[in-house]
């Protein structure tokens, strides 16, 4: 668990094992990153939340979704430096978020995935290198928050959420219909980059954006309840402060996992109407 405090808010974040992982003795296969970063007067803030898919075809996910986190964020930095920064372009940035980051954020997964492997000593098979990035398979959502823009992205199922003061939520990106049960989509998937879904929108004054792997939305009946979840968390940051919170929601997101279905739960929230609350900075 931890807060980080940046110019543009309070970031509260939590990566908990899920139950059925503890009894099986099966590691995390979460990840998160979060980085800020300022030129000039630009500021931006990049998120990344991503979960690898654990089963017997990707015994390596745990380290691809590591690896997702790292490079998204590196690679949002950069997209911010180099389009928004040097060509002091918003529209620049926008467009090559939509049209180029998904293939680009592909492509370097996929390179550092063959740098891993390497240093582990697996053997990479010529005739089919995708059955050895598989291995490393993982969803990942992407946020670039700007003070007047947001920029996101996700491939695989997880949930972002925009929560705004009036209490209203909304999905900024649709939902995967087409797949059937436990399935999603992938970074490992050929031409992964079709299956990316990407937004930008402009930012509403005073809203909170949430990511957090699938895991936190099946522990709930439906979208109702997950979204009553989400909206009483900001309440409850706004009663009691944020760091109270922060003590709590660990014990919160495991009693949610061994309760439903024992996954690992991940969950960063973004909030800029808590920065009037004095906390100290801390994270484990």
Known sequence: MSIQNTNLGWILASRRR??????NDIPCQDAYAVDTKTVADKICLALAV??????????????GAKIAVRVAIKELMAFFDNFYCQENS??????????????HIGRIWRDTVLQDAA??????????IYKLIRRYGTTLL??????????LGQIGDGDILRLYPNGGIDRPLIQDVELIGNYTYSLSSPQA?????TATLGRMAGEALLLATDGLSNAFIDDTQFHTFARTLLTRISEFGIKSVDSALGYWLDD??????????TLLIFNELCTNYPVTNYAN
């Open 18 to 23: 899920g139950a059925s992982h503890c009894q």
């Open 50 to 63: 991503a979960d690898g898919h654990g089963d017997e075809q990707h015994d390596l996910s745990e380290h």
């Open 90 to 103: 918003l529209s620049l940035l926008n467009n090559n978020f939509r049209q180029h980051f998904p293939r």
């Open 119 to 128: 240093t582990r000593s697996l053997p990479i098979p010529n005739d089919d």
């Open 142 to 151: 992407v946020a670039l928050i700007l003070p007047e823009r947001l920029l």
């Open 193 to 197: 980059y079709k299956l990316w879904q």
């Open 256 to 265: 949610y996992s061994e309760r439903s279905t024992g996954d690992d739960i």
